[in-house]
C-alpha cells in the first residue's frame, strides 16, 4: 500500500527518503497561499528562489519581484507575501520570482522528490484528489517557522491526512501527530491556526484579513507543481 | 512570568536557549522510565554516555554496564533498557553507565541548560511539584527515536505542560502542538502511547511488560538531576 510520511519542519526533512515519492510543500501563514492564490488567478509561473539577490538578477530577465523577510515585504519588491497581492490583474500571464522566509526554502530542499505539489487550505480538496489517483508514496513537508515545527502547518498535515487515509498507510509518528491534532481541532480549525505563535506576531503587523483568507477551503481547484524551477498549473 | 516550550527530537534542541532554564529529558520507551526506575529502586547513581566504547571503559571503574541499541541489549552488557532490570536488588547502591539509541543522546544535548531533570510519566507529579517551586524557566526535550519526533515523549510533554499550566507561559507551537495532543488523547493515554511507531517496534520484540510499566502514572516519587556526569536523586 501507499504510504504517507508528514515531516513538521525543513531541518527534518533529511530523516525521510523523498526518492520516487511525491512530496506537498505547506506553508499555510503565506508563501503556499499565495502561490495557489497567484497561479488560480493567472499568474504564468512562480519561481522560488532562496535569497533575495536571485529575485533581483531574475527581475532582469522580467520576473515580478516578490519577497518577504520576518513577515515584511522585501523594501523596493513589486509584492511581499499577501495572497490579495497575487490576486491582481497586472501580473496576470506575468512570471513572478519569490523568496520567503520559510516556504522557498522548504521548496528548495523537496526538490529530490520525484514531484513537488503545493498545498493550502485554499486548494486542500483538489489536492487530495490528485494524491489519491497516484501509484506512489507521499510526504508532506511541513515549512515551519525558522525551522521549528508550527501549528498551521501541522494542522494542515492532518487535514490532508484525514482527506486520504483510506488510500495511503501512515508511517512515522508525526503523521500520527499531525492526524491527531487535526481529529481534535477541526470544528475549530480557525480559532486553533490563528492561535499559532506565527498568526500571532503576523496579527501585530495587522495581516488578520490575510490570514483569514488563508483559512478559507477549497477556494481553489489548481494544483501547482514544480516543473524545472518553475511553479505551474 | 516563566515560561515553558517543548523540544519535539534532539535534532531540534539547538533552535531552544537553554543557558539559565531547567530542561527535563524524556525517553518514555525506555531510558528515562528505566533511570527513574533505578534511583527509585536504590541504585547509586546513572552516568549516561553516547558510545558502548564508553560504558566498557567504565565497566573497569566499578559500574554495571547498561546499554541498548536498536530496542535490544548490548552484547556482554549486565543490563539493557529494561525498567525491571532496575529494581534488581543485586545493583542497588551501586554505580550503573549507561548508553541508549535516544536517551543518552538527548541528556547529552541538554547539559548547557542550568539543571537537567530525568521525567517520565513514573515521576509525572513529582516533576510537576518541582517545576512549579521553580524560578526559572523551562524546556521539555523529547528524546524522540532516531531524531524523529515521537508519540509517546510527546505526549509526555503534553501531559507535563496540562499540570503546569497555571505557572508557565507556553512558548512556541511545539508547546501548543504537545499539549493539545495530551488533552485530546488523554482519557486513553496508554492506548495511545502504544500506538506509537516506537512501542509497535518494541512490542515486536515481546516486550510489551515494559511498555505497560513505563506508562504506569506516578509510580514513583524522585526527580533525577544530573550532578557532574552523574544522574542522582
Not at 523568496?99 to 521548496?107: D, F, H, L, W
Request: glycine share 8%.
Amino acid at each position: 500500500m501507499k504510504t504517507i510520511e508528514v515531516c513538521l519542519t525543513p531541518e527534518l526533512i533529511h530523516q525521510h527518503d523523498l526518492k520516487g515519492k511525491v512530496i506537498v510543500v505547506a506553508d499555510i501563514f503565506r508563501a503556499t497561499s499565495c502561490i495557489v492564490t497567484g497561479l488560480a488567478a493567472g499568474v504564468k509561473s512562480i519561481r522560488p528562489v532562496g535569497e533575495i539577490e536571485e529575485v533581483k538578477a531574475l527581475a532582469r530577465q522580467g520576473y515580478i519581484m516578490a519577497g518577504e523577510r520576518g513577515g515584511k515585504k522585501v523594501d523596493g519588491f513589486d509584492m511581499g507575501n499577501s495572497p490579495f497581492a497575487y490576486q491582481n490583474t497586472a501580473i496576470k500571464a506575468k512570471k513572478v520570482a519569490i523568496s520567503t522566509t520559510n516556504g522557498s526554502a522548504a521548496i528548495l530542499k523537496s526538490v529530490e522528490a520525484s514531484q513537488v505539489l503545493i498545498g493550502a487550505f485554499l486548494n486542500l480538496e483538489s489536492v487530495m484528489e490528485y494524491l489519491i489517483q497516484l501509484t506512489q508514496s507521499v510526504v508532506i513537508h511541513c515549512a515551519g517557522w525558522r525551522g521549528t515545527p508550527n501549528l498551521e502547518d501541522t494542522l494542515f498535515a492532518g487535514a490532508l491526512m484525514d482527506e486520504v487515509m483510506e488510500e495511503f498507510t501512515p508511517l512515522g509518528d508525526s503523521a500520527s501527530i499531525a492526524h491527531q491534532l487535526y481529529i481534535s481541532t477541526h470544528e475549530n480549525l480557525s480559532g486553533t491556526a490563528l492561535g499559532s505563535s506565527h498568526a500571532k506576531r503576523l496579527i501585530n503587523y495587522g495581516m488578520e484579513e490575510d490570514l483569514a483568507f488563508c483559512m478559507e477551503t477549497n477556494k481553489y481547484s489548481v494544483v501547482p507543481k514544480l516543473v524545472g524551477e518553475e511553479l505551474v498549473i
